[in-house]
């Protein structure tokens, strides 16, 4: 179990670093560490304060980076690749991840840091549930590794994703999307 001091250091990485409808409350993302499929990456200063986390999730057919952000006043300098490529080496699954459309500079910068380790940008219609009660579907997109994702992976992985991470059905109306 991580320490209540370094999940506050990782809530408050997460604020600074994501608009309000990409992650949860405070509650609802603590309730997250006793979820058997949610893990945590760290990485700390010298004086063990948290500087940078990736939040991961586990599947039996592939693995989830839900979250990854480095504190505001150190981005760049690589902390971020580093825990990226630690996730990706730790099993021989296949990853995938949710990005913003490449609708900005920004956004393709993003895109281009993930192609960068390897990651493929899919084609696939792909609406993230809210994360918060109240908050409406965000449009995204799904970028894998080491490979693209066939349609039938996709929709597998998107069940899942939907039950385990958003708590979902398929079913509901407001996933249809």
Same mark, same amino acid.
């Given at each position: 179990?991580?320490?209540?001091?370094?999940?506050?250091?990782?809530?408050?990485?997460?604020?600074?670093?994501?608009?309000?409808?990409?992650?949860?409350?405070?509650?609802?993302? *603590? /309730?997250?560490?006793?979820?058997? #499929?949610? +893990? @945590?990456?760290? $990485?700390?200063?010298?004086?063990?304060?948290?500087?940078?986390?990736?939040?991961?999730?586990?599947?039996?057919?592939?693995?989830?980076?839900?979250?990854?952000?480095?504190?505001?006043?150190?981005?760049?300098?690589?902390?971020?690749?580093?825990?990226?490529?630690?996730?990706?080496?730790?099993?021989?699954?296949?990853?995938?991840?949710?990005?913003?459309?490449?609708?900005?500079?920004? *956004? /393709?910068?993003?895109?281009?840091? #993930?192609? +960068? @380790?390897?990651? $493929?940008?899919?084609?696939?219609?792909?609406?993230?549930?809210?994360?918060?009660?109240?908050?409406?579907?965000?449009?995204?997109?799904?970028?894998?590794?080491?490979?693209?994702?066939?349609?039938?992976?996709?929709?597998?992985?998107?069940?899942?994703?939907?039950?385990?991470?958003?708590?979902?059905?398929?079913?509901?109306?407001?996933?249809?999307?």
């Amino acid at each position: 179990m991580i320490h209540p001091e370094k999940f506050d250091q990782i809530y408050s990485i997460m604020e600074d670093s994501f608009p309000i409808i990409e992650f949860r409350s405070y509650e609802g993302q *603590k /309730r997250l560490l006793s979820n058997p #499929y949610y +893990r @945590l990456l760290t $990485q700390q200063d010298e004086q063990g304060k948290v500087i940078a986390f990736l939040a991961g999730w586990e599947f039996e057919s592939f693995r989830f980076v839900e979250h990854i952000a480095v504190t505001p006043v150190i981005r760049g300098g690589g902390r971020g690749r580093l825990l990226m490529e630690q996730f990706m080496k730790e099993s021989a699954l296949p990853v995938i991840l949710e990005v913003e459309p490449p609708e900005d500079e920004l *956004k /393709r910068r993003r895109i281009g840091f #993930y192609e +960068r @380790l390897g990651f $493929q940008l899919g084609d696939h219609k792909y609406m993230q549930p809210p994360l918060r009660e109240g908050q409406p579907d965000l449009p995204l997109c799904i970028m894998s590794y080491p490979q693209r994702l066939t349609e039938t992976e996709f929709h597998s992985y998107k069940v899942q994703l939907y039950k385990e991470v958003y708590g979902v059905s398929l079913d509901e109306p407001s996933t249809l999307n």
